[in-house]
């Protein structure tokens, strides 16, 4: 497989990380919106209430949680398949793990209705690690793929 074609590959899971990372940030904004301006002062106070709000208000945040956590896992391979694993991808992994954790926790309280900040933390810190992960992995990235061409030639 040519180096173009291997940038490319890899290039494709960073795009799938960053659209994940879009999704969930909508999914934060329906969140907010819900809470904050729609329905301020409404909780849900059965457990079949929680579960339909965690299914309808929270289901785009889960759901870019989850393609996070399976787009980090998938660059990461196709990382690895190339070779060389490096530093930023297996962190990025990381965050996603700790952010899907977070977001299972954070359902998992408001089920028994313990509302609780930490899981919220956890679903924030690791956000920001696949963010600042996924940003190194691009310009480490770069810096290789313009090294080989250097070395190439014209």
Do not use: K
Not at 55 to 83: C, D, K, N, P, W
Not at 89 to 114: C, D, K, N, T
């Amino acid at each position: 497989m040519s180096i173009e074609h291997q940038d490319a590959r890899l290039q494709r899971g960073r795009s799938w990380i960053w659209a994940a990372v879009i999704v969930e940030i909508i999914g934060l904004a329906v969140d907010a919106l819900w809470h904050g301006v729609l329905s301020p002062d409404v909780e849900p106070r059965t457990h079949a209430e929680m579960v339909r709000h965690l299914a309808t208000v929270h289901l785009v945040l889960y759901v870019g949680v989850a393609m996070i956590f399976v787009a980090t896992v998938s660059a990461l391979v196709e990382q690895a398949r190339r070779g060389g694993v490096g530093l930023a991808l297996p962190v990025a992994v990381v965050g996603a793990a700790v952010q899907l954790g977070g977001e299972i926790w954070h359902a998992y309280s408001h089920l028994r209705f313990q509302p609780n900040p930490l899981p919220e933390l956890a679903g924030f810190v690791g956000l920001a690690v696949v963010i600042a992960a996924t940003l190194a992995s691009a310009r480490s990235a770069r810096g290789i793929a313009m090294e080989a061409r250097a070395h190439r030639g014209p």
